[in-house]
């Protein structure tokens, strides 16, 4: 009875032991990631993931990586479809990484690709915010593909209006008074029909003048990746004729064109009229554009620069000056008495002040700015009228 006894309790145990063995391995297999994820450090648990991928049999396959889409209109967008197929014998799994610019994203469908499936990756590109020329971005896309593990898209071409100047505008520094100075523009066609100029606009028709014609692509617009692209060109000239008066100039000019995308075109044409015998100087004046900036002030203060100018040579003692124009009328101007320094040396002191009633905002600076100039006659027969541009602002 003992014995019997006995060996029902062993049995009993031994019995439990197994059931609690048998619950406990469920438990453990179905939690296995919460322990390890509990238990492991972050490089052990990176070191066991990429183990994992290395281990894995899907594999990634695509034809093509590159688009070349050529020619194409700034503003304009594009898209492009790449596929990659799953070759292996399990999912394969892509993830987009990065981009190398705002104006290109990447959409993957599906992310997950069983095997022997397909994947479809559509690159879109915007030139919303590229300019004119080359243009060249791509995207990375990472796979659990132990061989391939990023797989690199990217998009080329080049961006272009129907119309590209070149230069995009024109500036001639330190042209001498009296002189006559000519200076040329290229004009590029991107369409196909030929390009044709006319109708052309520009201010002051006494100093400027503007010309062109056909032209032929020279041998390095032909090497060139961009301009090699255009189907035409026209070569226009423009002349700065004698008369100008001492000091900086800008005039815009504007040309229709035959093109419905892109009707007329606008450059502006921008120097420096300077002469061997009159200089001016002074803080703030900047010889190399012609300016003098003031500075600024506010509302109920006051505002004053000494301009100097200076004649030279042999005419120089009998120079004379006086104001012709002030703009914005306003502004208050006085000249001083001349100052002969040796035989051969006139200066004349120009004191400008913006007064304490001005009115707020920006003078000179171009865009929404007003104008602001002193103009001033001489005697000197070469530089009969000298223009000053002005440079300041009133705040409240």
Request: aromatic share 8%; proline share 5%; with cysteine.
């Amino acid at each position: 009875m003992l014995r019997t006894l006995l060996s029902i309790t062993l049995l009993s145990c031994l019995l439990g032991a197994m059931f609690g063995l048998s619950v406990a391995y469920g438990f453990l297999s179905s939690n296995a990631w919460k322990l390890e994820f509990e238990t492991k450090s972050y490089p052990e648990l990176a070191k066991k993931a990429l183990e994992r991928t290395t281990n894995s049999s899907a594999k990634a396959h695509i034809e093509e990586t590159v688009c070349r889409f050529g020619i194409m209109d700034v503003k304009s967008t594009g898209s492009h479809d790449f596929f990659i197929q799953n070759i292996g014998t399990q999912d394969l799994i892509l993830t987009l990484d990065q981009t190398t610019c705002s104006c290109l994203g990447i959409d993957i469908t599906p992310s997950r690709v069983p095997p022997g499936a397909t994947a479809l990756c559509r690159l879109k590109y915007t030139a919303e915010q590229a300019t004119v020329g080359k243009f060249s971005q791509g995207g990375v896309i990472r796979t659990n593909d132990p061989n391939n593990r990023e797989i690199i898209l990217s998009v080329e071409g080049i961006f272009t209006n129907p119309v590209v100047l070149s230069p995009s505008g024109i500036h001639l520094s330190r042209i001498t008074a009296g002189t006559t100075r000519t200076a040329t523009i290229r004009l590029y066609g991107f369409e196909d029909e030929p390009l044709q100029l006319s109708a052309p606009t520009w201010t002051d028709r006494e100093h400027f003048d503007f010309q062109w014609e056909s032209a032929e692509f020279t041998e390095s617009e032909k090497k060139s990746s961009f301009f090699s692209a255009a189907k035409s060109v026209i070569e226009g000239t423009i002349t700065i004729k004698q008369g100008l008066p001492l000091g900086s100039f800008q005039e815009w000019f504007q040309v229709k064109t035959n093109y419905s995308s892109q009707t007329s075109v606008n450059f502006l044409v921008s120097g420096q009229i300077v002469s061997g015998n009159v200089a001016i100087s002074g803080q703030g004046y900047n010889r190399s554009t012609g300016i003098a900036n003031l500075g600024q002030t506010v509302m109920g203060g006051s505002l004053s620069r000494e301009i100097s100018i200076q004649f030279s040579g042999a005419s120089a003692p009998s120079a004379s000056i006086s104001v012709r124009e002030v703009e914005p009328a306003w502004i208050r101007v006085e000249l001083s008495e001349p100052k002969d320094v040796g035989p051969l040396l006139r200066i004349f002191s120009l004191t400008v002040e913006v007064p304490e009633d001005a009115p707020t905002g920006n003078y000179g600076y171009g865009g929404d700015g007003q104008q602001a100039q002193v103009m001033l006659e001489t005697n000197n027969e070469s530089m009969p009228v000298l223009k000053i541009p002005l440079q300041f602002a009133v705040e409240k």
